[in-house]
């Protein structure tokens, strides 16, 4: 299942099969990976496993989260809305939340 990574003021990101929580030490060194989900003081890495022979990037890496705005998880979708220092992203894995039920003022005449 893919991953997906949405910065929400411009919707640039990036999606693919790896997602990464990275976590940094005190000099901004890199420290250690810290599983695929979102995690407060973790930078997350969204992309492609290998290079991509007709994309400009391979994956987006955000600042480190600061802060969980609010989290999602059921069978059809795990879904992290949070904030870096610069920005606010989605990230989510499975259907977007609300795709079943954007239409759902529709009705079938």
């Known amino acids: 299942m893919p991953y997906n990574l949405r910065r929400t003021t411009d919707r640039a990101g990036d999606s693919g099969m790896e997602s990464v929580a990275i976590e ?3 000099d901004g060194t890199f420290k250690k990976f810290s599983g695929d989900t979102p995690l407060i003081g973790c930078s997350m890495r969204v ?5 991509r022979s007709s994309s400009a990037q391979d994956y987006w890496i955000t600042t480190p989260i600061t802060e969980i ?3 999602i998880k ?6 992290i809305r949070f904030k ?3 920005s ?5 894995a499975g259907e977007y939340p609300g795709v079943r039920n954007q239409h759902s003022h529709l009705r079938k005449i």
Not at 47 to 51: D, F, I, K, P, V
Not at 88 to 92: G, L, T
């Open 24 to 26: 940094w030490n005190e």
């Open 47 to 51: 992309g492609c496993l290998g290079a």
């Open 69 to 71: 705005l609010e989290e």
């Open 74 to 79: 059921n069978e059809s979708v795990h879904y």
């Open 84 to 86: 870096t220092k610069n």
């Open 88 to 92: 606010e992203y989605e990230w989510w």
